[in-house]
């Protein structure tokens, strides 16, 4: 039996990955000139709400992965020290996909972590979803959000424990078999790394969800509640919905 079982109860994780790699292209000409992650909200960058929200919860120890124009990234947050945070960055030449990109810096985890999916927003209840992967002794958490229209997300399908028992990304209208999509926010044991390939590209949706499920890894989901978000911010019309959600904080 691992500590963690034991114990019952370890403290909430300091590390997270904020994976900010994403080029943005269906927002030109915004992202012309800044990463995608760098788009305002509110006065000031998409990526910062993300960085205050981690903050707010003792998450402090910070690896973002840039590629798309990283240094409209860098030159804004410098080593997080201004932030109150400790930022470590990770450049790939090229895109290594959200699971090879979190296994491409796996020396800098030490125990359970976040991932969090940089170029969107969220106001998850971090506690509640950590809580939740104590809870179920998961591998694995997935926050999920129900989306009327699955189709351009990875969808799961839950047991009545709210173990996921199937992971299909992106399905076409006769493949749903769920509404409850990925929302991008992980919870991860470091074990999990044992499971993804290193040198190669690979994705959590595509791949390393399914190949876990298949290696019976415990996998749970977490149902974001209502004003947890997240909103996508992929199209000008999903900029202006984030816009209008923050409106009100």
């Given at each position: 039996m691992s500590e963690r079982e034991?114990?019952?109860?370890?403290?909430?994780p300091r590390r997270a990955m904020l994976l900010a790699a994403g080029m943005g292209t269906r927002l030109r000409p915004l992202t012309d000139t800044i990463s995608k992650c760098m788009i305002p909200i509110k006065g000031k960058p998409l990526l910062e709400h993300n960085v205050d929200l981690l903050k707010k919860y003792g998450v402090t120890d910070l690896v973002i992965n840039l590629h798309h124009l990283p240094a409209t990234v860098t030159d804004h947050f410098g080593d997080g020290s201004e932030f109150g945070i400790r930022i470590t960055?990770?450049?790939e030449p090229e895109l290594l996909g959200t699971a090879g990109a979190v296994?491409?810096?796996e020396q800098f985890f030490d125990g359970p972590f976040f991932v969090w999916y940089g170029d969107n927003l969220?106001?998850?209840r971090l506690d509640r979803l950590w809580q939740a992967h104590q809870l179920k002794k998961a591998a694995a958490t997935i926050?999920?959000?129900?989306r009327e229209d699955p189709t351009r997300s990875g969808i799961v399908g839950l047991d009545e424990d709210d173990r996921v028992t199937r992971f299909l990304e992106k399905p076409s209208q006769d493949q749903i078999f769920s509404r409850w999509v990925n929302a991008g926010i992980l919870v991860l044991e470091r074990e999990v790394l044992s499971a993804i390939p290193a040198d190669c590209v690979v994705d959590f949706g595509r791949d390393i969800f399914p190949a876990l499920l298949k290696l019976g890894y415990a996998v749970f989901g977490y149902r974001l509640a209502e004003g947890e978000g997240p909103w996508w911010i992929d199209t000008p019309e999903d900029l202006a919905r984030a816009e209008q959600a923050l409106a009100g904080c």
């Open positions: 034991q114990s019952g109860s370890t403290p909430m960055y990770s450049v296994k491409n810096v969220s106001t998850c926050a999920l959000h129900y």
